[in-house]
């Protein structure tokens, strides 16, 4: 490896190092969740090796406690990922002469913080060797907190484990909160899916009931999200 990459890694890993704190509630939290829905503690960590992330791996561990069935757990961490199709395009085509086998890794890094922290890079350190410092820091924090979890398992309190059941919930609420202020559009929309979701639980499960109401209402609501509205919104709250 040449200096120059060398030196774009370690940009990398630097620009990475203030979000690796964020991965440990979430990661304990998922582990003990994990555990709680019958995974070894191979198998959790496991999961954290080969998925990295952490939404989805709590909604599939939660929705595997809850007795929800594998296609259900399957369908619905797809959708929830969905978003990962749009944040890794973002990122490759910053490295279109890149090897594709480097390509594919790095397109397993993308997750929401190494995407954050990247396209807020200056543009002369968005390089496949900066994002692959970066991945890094994620990848190793997010298997970490996985591991963490397994062992907190058996020391923390019962109470304290019993309340990891709300991490789920907390995530969703905070990746909602800062986007709903941005127009009435959205706002519609959550509590359309909401409603939707418990009418739809009445008459099947409810693990079901969640994955067809987000891609129903995800349709409807093309016709009254106003985007350009949002862009204007983003616009206006920008320094």
Not at 184 to 199: D, E, F, M
Request: net charge neutral; proline share 4%; aromatic share 10%.
């Amino acid at each position: 490896m040449s200096n120059t990459r060398i030196q774009q890694y370690l940009t990398g890993i630097r620009s990475g190092l203030p979000v690796i704190p964020s991965f440990l509630p979430v990661g304990i939290a998922y582990a003990i969740i994990a555990q709680q829905a019958g995974f070894t503690p191979f198998e959790t960590v496991l999961m954290s090796a080969t998925v990295l992330a952490g939404s989805s791996q709590i909604m599939a561990a939660g929705m595997v406690l809850q007795g929800a069935g594998l296609a259900a757990v399957i369908f619905a961490t797809f959708v929830l990922n969905l978003r990962h199709l749009i944040m890794s395009t973002c990122v490759i085509r910053n490295f279109r002469d890149a090897p594709l086998r480097l390509r594919l890794l790095a397109s397993f890094g993308v997750a929401d913080e190494s995407f954050a922290v990247f396209s807020m890079a200056r543009e002369e350190d968005r390089t496949l060797w900066d994002f692959l410092g970066l991945m890094t820091d994620v990848y190793f924090a997010w298997v970490f907190a996985a591991v963490l979890g397994v062992f907190s398992s058996t020391l923390l309190p019962q109470l304290l484990l019993d309340s990891t059941g709300i991490a789920l919930y907390a995530i969703f609420i905070a990746i909602l909160l800062p986007n709903l202020r941005r127009g009435g559009g959205l706002v519609r929309l959550v509590l359309l899916t909401a409603l939707c979701s418990t009418l739809l639980s009445r008459f099947i499960a409810p693990s079901w009931s969640l994955i067809v109401s987000s891609l129903l209402c995800a349709a409807l609501g093309v016709s009254f999200v106003d985007e350009a509205a949002l862009e204007g919104k983003e616009a206006a709250d920008a320094p």
